[in-house]
Every structure is written in structure tokens, then in C-alpha cells.
């Protein structure tokens, strides 16, 4: 395209934009331009407060002085190397770091991009490592209902969103779902975590006789499901999945990638339950969404386990061309001197009673049929519209916008996660506009 024919920059046409009603968006369009701390302001200047931290990644909120200064740093002196057959000090480093403040002898980091490039390199490592302890047979993987586990092939079939996989062919073979636990019914406006359905977990036992363990890799869950509307698990849920696992010789996997770097007041749900999984996937907080990044943290035995072969045999066929990016890495460090520094994990515990009681005022607001909080977020469940699921979600989350504060929309579900440096009376307008905005879309 020339320059004379390049289009003026308000022309929204040409972006095919990711998870969007495309179509409906060009004609409401809802733009943000610039960000600072906890705050967007849309180009008109208008300011919206950050009910999200972006998409749950800003944890330390935006604009942060100290990592535009450790990217620009690095981009000085070196833009990119590879690390596949080389390597570079910041990547190993930064491993070193994560190893430090992971929980239990979680004690290797594989970096990867994204969320979703995190669960299929989390998925492959768990196939690679069951095949190099002798045990190949075990090809099936086990997600859960309602799961999110990001987009590619692998993520999409453990998930369990019908949306995310049913436009896109048979997906991977071996796939099995444990329930879901959102027991509306019998755990409705729990505070923190429900008491009720710890037994799900006993379902995994299930689908093991029915398959038999030697044919089972690995099981997949977020410890506190975030994309699917903010379901934190039954109490005790965990910890039941960890047995079963342990006993028939399965992998877990945690996906941390919205619960990872301090969601729940805690570095990592791993530490906030006490349930240490064989692999974890992180991504989001990791380079507070600055530079794409994302990790696959293994515990000991999985990577002695792939270190078996002769020693000049690659033992592991996976990699991305930007994995360990130098950028990348930069960012990831910088943050977590932020995250230490500033004691953000300490002050999303210390909030989190605040924000449960600021979230829960909001439990006799018109259309209000759940609320469930953990950490610093919520889920908020509004009664669908007869024969227009989504409409009363949609009509909440633009009026929202429109008031001053962005939240996540799923359905008739709206989701919110603020940065961890947002102060009391911020979450008290949060709150505010919240029961406004819900109020005016009724
Ligand atoms: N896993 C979980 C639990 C997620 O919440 C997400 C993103 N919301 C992903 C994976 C995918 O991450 P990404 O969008 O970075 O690919």
C-alpha cells in the first residue's frame, strides 16, 4: 500500500481483531491510547480505570518506569540472540530467579511466548517425559469442563469452552474432561473458597478405570479456573487431585497463567494451596505484559527424567525461535524486582479481604445471581436474558466502559482483577461504578 492510498488512522477496517464480535465492534468502537499506574484514557483523553489489569497481566500496574528501563537497556546492548545450541546471561538468570521463588523443587524454567504456547510446551515436555522414563504408552491428556487452556491445538482440546473448539475440526485424540466445579446451587455467594464439591476430584479415579493409568500422561487444571468466569476451587479439591495423581503415576499440570505472580496473594496458587504440581504454566504477570512472554516451570525429576539419553542428544524437539527473548527477559527480571521491592504479593493478600467485601456489596444489585472472589478478582454472574445469553454481559461491560472502568466479559459473566498496586478507595470506585453500570444495563 502507498502512502497515498494507506488509510487515515481512524479507519478501524482493516484489523482482524482477536476475540471480538468484529463487526459490532467497528460500529461501538472502544479504544485505549495510552496507560499509566492504574488507568487507561481512551484517545479523547477520557480516563477508565483498569478493572482488569489489562487482560489479567498488568500486576504491577502500567507504565512502570523501572522496566521501560531494563528493556530499553537491553535492546542497547543486544536485541536478540538465539537460544537454541546458544544461549544468553539474562535467560539464564531470570530462570535462576524463577527457580528461587518457585514453591517446592519446581527448579527448571522453559520460556515460550504466550500462554498458550506455555500449555503445549507443558503438554509435549509431559508426553517427552513419560515416554523417556519407559512409559509411552501414556498418550491421554485430561482437562476439565469449562477449562481455559489458551489456543493452540493442544490448549484448545484439554479446554473445555464448546466456543474455543468446536469450529476447529477433531482436535487431539486421547482427550478426556473431568466436571467442571461450578456448583452454583450449593457453593452460590461463597466467599473465597466453596465449600462444597471437593469430590469432583474423585472423578479423575473414574476416567483412570476406565482408560487404565498406563495409558494416562498427564491432568490439566487451572487452580483457580479465570477465563470461564472466575471459579475457585471447592476446598480440599486440590489437594484430592494431587493424590490421585501421585498414585497412578500422572503428571499435573498447573496452568498459572492468570493465578501466577500474585493474583492470589501469593506468587503462585502452588504456594497459596500448598499442592505442588509436576509442571506449572505461567505467562501474563511474568513480564507484567510488557514484552510477550511465557514459562513452563518443571520440577526436578521431570527434567532429570528428559536428561537421560547420551549427552549430545537434544532431549527435548520444541523450542520457539524467541524463546528466553533477550527483551523479553529484561522485562521478567525488572518486574520481579518490582514485585520485591514493592511487596505486591503481600498487598494482594492484604487487599483481598477488602475487595471480597467491596465485591460481595454487590450481591442484591438487580440480575445478580453469583459472586465468587479469591485473591485480588471476582467473578460476577448476571441472569441471562431469555434466548439471548450474553446480551445483559455485553450491555454491563459497555455501560461500564462508558462510566469509567473496564472489565472482562464472558458471556453473561463479567470478570475483574485489578493491578495489585490499587489502592482502597480505587477498588471502592471500581466497586462504585460496577453497581452502576449493572444497575443502568438492567
Ligand atoms: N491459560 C490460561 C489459564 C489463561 O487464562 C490464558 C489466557 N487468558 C491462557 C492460558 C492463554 O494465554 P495467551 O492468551 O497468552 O496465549
Known amino acids: 500500500m502507498t502512502a497515498s492510498t494507506a488509510p487515515a488512522a481512524n479507519n478501524l ?3 482482524f481483531m482477536p476475540f471480538t464480535a468484529n463487526r459490532q465492534f467497528k460500529k461501538n ?3 485505549l491510547a495510552k496507560a499509566k499506574g492504574v488507568h487507561y484514557w481512551t484517545p479523547e483523553g477520557r480516563k477508565v480505570i483498569d478493572g482488569t489489569a489489562g487482560l489479567w497481566c498488568v500486576n504491577a500496574g502500567h507504565g512502570r518506569e523501572e522496566i521501560k528501563q531494563a528493556i530499553a537497556a537491553q535492546l542497547e546492548e543486544m536485541d536478540y540472540a538465539p537460544t537454541f545450541q546458544m544461549g544468553h546471561p539474562k535467560a539464564f538468570e531470570l530462570a535462576a530467579r524463577h527457580a528461587a521463588m518457585l514453591p517446592g523443587d519446581l527448579d527448571h524454567a522453559f520460556y515460550c511466548n504466550s500462554g498458550s504456547e506455555a500449555v503445549d510446551s507443558a503438554l509435549k515436555i509431559a508426553l517427552a517425559y513419560q515416554r523417556a522414563r519407559g512409559e509411552g504408552t501414556r498418550t491421554r491428556l485430561i482437562g476439565r469442563e469449562r477449562g481455559y487452556h489458551g489456543v493452540g491445538f493442544g490448549g484448545i482440546s484439554v479446554g473445555g469452552m464448546a466456543n474455543n473448539r468446536k469450529f476447529f475440526g477433531s482436535l487431539l485424540p486421547g482427550v478426556d474432561h473431568l466436571p467442571h466445579t461450578h456448583l452454583p446451587a450449593r457453593n452460590a455467594f461463597s466467599r473465597g473458597l466453596p465449600e462444597h464439591g471437593a469430590e469432583l476430584a474423585d472423578e479423575l479415579e473414574r476416567i483412570v478405570a476406565l482408560h487404565d493409568a498406563s495409558t494416562i500422561a498427564a491432568v490439566i487444571v487451572e487452580p483457580c479456573a479465570g477465563s470461564t468466569g472466575y471459579l475457585p476451587p471447592p476446598k480440599g479439591y486440590l489437594q484430592r487431585l494431587r493424590e490421585i495423581c501421585t498414585k497412578h503415576g500422572i503428571l499435573l499440570i498447573f496452568d498459572e497463567v492468570i493465578t501466577g505472580f500474585g493474583r492470589l496473594g501469593a506468587a503462585f496458587a502452588a504456594e497459596y494451596f500448598g499442592v505442588i504440581p509436576d509442571l506449572m504454566t505461567v505467562a501474563k504477570g511474568i513480564s507484567n ?9 518443571v520440577r526436578k525429576h521431570v527434567y532429570e527424567g528428559l536428561m537421560t539419553g547420551p549427552e549430545n542428544a537434544i532431549e527435548l524437539f520444541h523450542g520457539y525461535t524467541y524463546s528466553a527473548h533477550p527483551l523479553a527477559c529484561a522485562a521478567a527480571s525488572a518486574v520481579l524486582d518490582i514485585y520485591k521491592n514493592d511487596g505486591l504479593f503481600q498487598r494482594a493478600a492484604e487487599l483481598a479481604p477488602y475487595w471480597e467485601d467491596g465485591v460481595h456489596s454487590l450481591k442484591s444489585a438487580p440480575g445478580v445471581t453469583d459472586i465468587r472472589n479469591l485473591g485480588l478478582a471476582a467473578g460476577i454472574d448476571l441472569e441471562s436474558k431469555p434466548g439471548a445469553v450474553g446480551a445483559r454481559g455485553y450491555a454491563a461491560f459497555v455501560k461500564a466502559f462508558e462510566l469509567g472502568l473496564l472489565v472482562r466479559q464472558s458471556a453473561d459473566t463479567l470478570a475483574m482483577s485489578p493491578p495489585l498496586i490499587v489502592e ?14 449493572i444497575k443502568q444495563a438492567a
Request: no cysteine.
Open 289 to 297: 505484559a510488557t514484552v510477550p512472554m511465557g514459562g513452563v516451570f
Open 424 to 437: 482502597k478507595n480505587q477498588i471502592d470506585e471500581i466497586i462504585d461504578i460496577f453497581g452502576k453500570a
Open 13 to 15: 477496517e482493516a484489523f
Open 29 to 31: 468502537p472502544r479504544l
